[in-house]
């Protein structure tokens, strides 16, 4: 039995290093396009090699899964075509004992997943975010993500609904005293076009449908005192040189730790208080839709392996390119349920941050129940 998990255990490992390598790197083009980029404009080389390393951990977190389920058909294809499979069942050996040192490597890569979203890939995220501010590259217009504050501008606070491309929609624009922080106007605008200008250095929003909020300023606080001004345009223009000179950046939802997403969670109500009720179960939402999109992709390499080894059996193929074809059959059923995730994480009545779990717990029990029959 010992000779025989070793030869599992091997046979699987060496294949799922081959996937992981060709998966990740295949991830990984963007980041090598971005690259040559960076070593165009004359950067160090140190600069060029933290750069792409950061882009790594990130991919990690989608190559690991399918790496997982790739080798799982491959082996198990190959084992059932070799009639190998039959082989150990003649000799007293069940399907459970034939699969657990696969189910094992598999929970042990889910665990490692798991660190790997939660604190490794947001970490160096937002460690790339920092170094290409500190290299001068990064997009200003990137920098207004929606669905959240933005307060990477000196002086301004912007809140932005809806963002596709250069277009905003539901956007708010607070002036913020440099010195005490307080809010001296507010600026809400029903869309509006943005627009970078290198030569000069600015950032311009042309906003539209436009209502200017003017608070007393003997009395800021006093609602009942504040004059509005609508407006059908209004030009708002940030300064490049104030954003490369402000050293703090802000972590957008993808660079929080699974930590720093569960202290906004909790705290959704006096984090975002100038919102809405409604805005602000919105970012709650969205919030909970990203910690448990990490958790369930973290969880899915367990899954796959318990989905792929019966699969795997009875496809009778030991050809790379079926399991290929079968891994990214399965792939796409469960990324459908992260799209569906992100598209309805601004309906928080419909509990989006819940269907991420759905191919997960229903490819557990499925996988179960199909290497019970196999049994």
């Keep these: 039995m010992h000779k025989l998990n070793k030869y599992l255990v091997k046979d699987f490992l060496t294949v799922f290093a081959i996937a992981m390598l060709m998966i990740t790197f295949a991830f990984t083009i963007g980041a090598i396009y971005k690259v040559i980029d960076i070593m165009a404009k004359g950067l160090p080389f140190g600069i060029v090699g933290r750069f792409f390393l950061y882009n790594i951990p990130y991919s990690m977190a989608y190559s690991i899964p399918i790496s997982a389920l790739f080798s799982t058909l491959l082996v198990f294809g190959r084992l059932s075509s070799d009639s190998e499979?039959?082989?150990?069942?003649?000799?007293?050996?069940?399907?459970?004992?034939?699969?657990?040192?696969?189910?094992?490597?598999?929970?042990?890569?889910?665990?490692?997943?798991?660190?790997?979203?939660?604190?490794?890939?947001?970490?160096?995220?937002?460690?790339?975010?920092?170094?290409?501010?500190?290299?001068?590259?990064?997009?200003?217009?990137?920098?207004?993500?929606?669905?959240?504050?933005?307060?990477?501008?000196?002086?301004?606070?912007?809140?932005?609904?809806?963002?596709?491309?250069?277009?905003?929609?539901?956007l708010v624009v607070y002036e913020v005293d440099k010195e005490t922080g307080k809010v001296t106007g507010s600026v809400r605008a029903?869309?509006?076009?943005?627009?970078?200008?290198?030569?000069?250095?600015?950032?311009?929003?042309?906003?539209?449908?436009?209502?200017?909020?003017?608070p007393d300023p003997a009395a800021p606080d006093d609602s009942t005192k504040t004059r509005y001004v609508n407006a059908r345009n209004y030009p708002i223009r940030l300064d490049f040189n104030e954003l490369l000179g402000n050293k703090h950046i802000y972590k957008k939802r993808k660079n929080m730790t699974i930590g720093e997403l569960?202290?906004?969670?909790?705290?959704?109500?006096?984090?975002?208080?100038?919102?809405?009720?409604?805005?602000?179960?919105?970012?709650?939402?969205?919030?909970?839709?990203?910690?448990?999109?990490?958790?369930?992709?973290?969880?899915?390499p367990f899954m796959f392996a318990l989905v792929a080894i019966p699969l795997g059996i009875t496809s009778h193929r030991k050809e790379s390119s079926i399991g290929m074809v079968m891994s990214l059959g399965i792939m796409f059923i469960y990324y459908i349920f992260i799209i569906l995730s992100d598209t309805f994480d601004k309906s928080p009545d419909l509990y989006p941050w819940l269907i991420p779990w759905i191919p997960i717990i229903f490819g557990q029990l499925g996988g179960l129940f199909l290497l019970r029959r196999s049994n």
């Excluded at 000799?91 to 040192?101: C, D, E, N, V, Y």
């Excluded at 509006?192 to 290198?198: P, V």
């Excluded at 208080?273 to 899915?300: F, G, K, M, P, T």
């Design 262 to 300: 569960a202290y906004h969670i909790r705290n959704a109500e006096t984090e975002n208080a100038q919102l809405s009720q409604r805005d602000r179960q919105i970012e709650r939402s969205r919030n909970l839709v990203e910690a448990n999109q990490r958790i369930a992709l973290a969880l899915s």
């Design 85 to 170: 499979i039959s082989a150990m069942k003649s000799s007293g050996l069940s399907m459970w004992q034939i699969a657990s040192p696969i189910i094992m490597i598999s929970l042990l890569l889910s665990g490692i997943c798991l660190y790997n979203n939660c604190i490794v890939y947001p970490s160096t995220t937002y460690a790339n975010r920092q170094l290409i501010k500190g290299m001068g590259v990064e997009d200003p217009i990137k920098l207004l993500e929606e669905g959240r504050f933005i307060r990477e501008f000196p002086g301004y606070m912007i809140y932005v609904g809806k963002k596709n491309k250069n277009r905003v929609r539901d």
């Design 190 to 214: 029903a869309s509006g076009i943005m627009t970078a200008d290198k030569e000069k250095a600015e950032l311009k929003i042309d906003l539209f449908d436009v209502r200017i909020e003017i």
